[in-house]
């Protein structure tokens, strides 16, 4: 007997506690912690033997999947900023506390030859390389375009897009059929915010690039799709993602009335590396609390 759960209750609704925190930000400093599955998620060998590499895994979502897909029998290279070692250890442990091999894989995803090396280095430590997350992302929020400086709209391209694309070019080559990439969007990608005019436009980029390259590689065995969050409560919000005015509410005009932890979503991922969805390819999975996307 599984116990029913009432997904308005499940986890912290707001008003949250205010707090900001310097980008990149860190979990173990979020009041309240997220929920990335640590204590819930179980697995059932649906990834057994698998090599992941995900960006962002450090935190958030990315997180969440890098727990998942070990507690499902991958092994798991991830890659996060230096300033973020703290939460990469608290990651590395749980892997290897899943039995899984963990290679934390630090470094800025804004410099094209570090992608290159980064999946190499992945390739080495695994390997190979069969299951692709693409997830790493740069949101800074503001309320007039005349306040996005060049510096932020070139990074929040560089991480959101061209890291994307330099790490999937990098990885094809030596990706098998039967390999799978998963990209994170956002729900932004159809409903783009007001303040967030630069990372809404990366994240439809994202969900065409989704498309186009599922097109050209489901032929070749390799499925491609992407996943588009609505609010989820994770470092990238406190740390200049988010108006603090927007952050103490954050979520609650959502229809479950509160963000979703990283925990909710990790499912999607493992969902979608599975060989067992091998007909799920070119397609952008929502996971909104209730927001139907356009
Ligand atoms: P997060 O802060 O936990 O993760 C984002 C990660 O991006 C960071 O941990 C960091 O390691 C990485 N990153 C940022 N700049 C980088 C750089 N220059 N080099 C290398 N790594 C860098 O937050 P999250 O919300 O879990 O974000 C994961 C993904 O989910 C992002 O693509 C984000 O756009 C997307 N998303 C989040 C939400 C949300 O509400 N939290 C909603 C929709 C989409
Ligand atoms: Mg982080």
Same mark, same amino acid.
């Given at each position: 007997?599984?116990?029913?759960?009432?997904?308005?209750?499940?986890?912290p609704k707001p008003?949250f506690?205010?707090?900001?925190?310097?980008?990149?930000?860190?979990?173990?400093?979020?009041?309240?912690?997220?929920?990335?599955?640590?204590?819930?998620?179980?697995?059932?060998?649906?990834?057994?033997?698998?090599?992941?590499?995900?960006?962002?895994?450090?935190?958030?979502?990315?997180?969440?999947?890098?727990?998942?897909?070990?507690?499902?029998?991958?092994?798991?290279?991830?890659? /996060?900023? $230096? #300033? !973020?070692?703290?939460?990469?250890?608290?990651?590395?442990?749980?892997?290897? @506390?899943?039995?899984? &091999?963990?290679?934390?894989?630090?470094?800025?995803?804004?410099?094209?030859?570090?992608?290159?090396?980064?999946?190499?280095?992945?390739?080495?430590?695994?390997?190979?390389?069969?299951?692709?997350?693409?997830?790493?992302?740069?949101?800074?929020?503001?309320?007039?375009?005349?306040?996005?400086?060049?510096?932020?709209?070139?990074?929040?391209?560089?991480?959101?897009?061209?890291?994307?694309?330099?790490?999937?070019?990098?990885?094809?080559?030596?990706?098998?059929?039967?390999?799978?990439?998963?990209?994170?969007?956002?729900?932004?990608? /159809?409903? $783009? #915010? !007001?303040?967030?005019?630069?990372?809404?436009?990366?994240?439809?980029?994202? @969900?065409?690039?989704? &498309?186009?390259?599922?097109?050209?590689?489901?032929?070749?065995?390799?499925?491609?799709?992407?996943?588009?969050?609505g609010p989820f409560w994770?470092?990238?919000?406190?740390?200049?993602?988010?108006?603090?005015?927007?952050?103490?509410k954050f979520g609650a005009d959502s229809?479950t009335g509160r963000p979703g932890?990283?925990?909710?979503?990790?499912?999607?991922?493992?969902?979608?590396?599975?060989?067992?969805?091998?007909?799920?390819?070119?397609?952008?999975?929502?996971?909104?609390g209730?927001?139907?996307?356009?």
């Open positions: 007997m599984v116990a029913l759960r009432d997904p308005r209750e499940a986890h008003p506690p205010p707090q900001q925190q310097e980008r990149p930000g860190l979990a173990s400093r979020m009041q309240p912690r997220p929920d990335h599955g640590e204590q819930s998620y179980k697995g059932s060998g649906r990834l057994l033997g698998r090599k992941a590499l995900v960006t962002g895994g450090d935190s958030g979502i990315g997180r969440a999947a890098a727990i998942a897909f070990a507690r499902e029998g991958a092994d798991v290279a991830f890659n /996060y900023l $230096p #300033a !973020e070692e703290e939460d990469a250890r608290e990651v590395v442990q749980l892997i290897r @506390a899943a039995g899984r &091999k963990a290679f934390p894989l630090p470094g800025d995803l804004r410099s094209e030859d570090f992608c290159r090396r980064l999946v190499d280095d992945a390739r080495e430590a695994l390997g190979g390389l069969d299951l692709l997350v693409n997830n790493a992302g740069f949101q800074a929020a503001q309320s007039s375009l005349l306040d996005i400086s060049t510096e932020q709209f070139d990074s929040t391209f560089k991480v959101n897009v061209y890291a994307l694309f330099w790490i999937t070019k990098a990885a094809l080559p030596h990706l098998p059929a039967g390999a799978t990439i998963i990209n994170t969007a956002s729900i932004n990608a /159809y409903d $783009p #915010a !007001e303040d967030l005019v630069d990372y809404a436009a990366t994240k439809a980029a994202i @969900a065409s690039l989704t &498309k186009s390259l599922a097109k050209q590689l489901t032929p070749k065995g390799i499925r491609v799709n992407a996943v588009a969050p994770t470092p990238l919000q406190p740390s200049g993602g988010q108006k603090p005015e927007k952050l103490v229809p932890q990283p925990a909710e979503i990790a499912p999607l991922y493992v969902l979608l590396a599975d060989s067992a969805a091998s007909f799920a390819s070119g397609d952008i999975y929502g996971s909104t209730g927001r139907p996307q356009g």
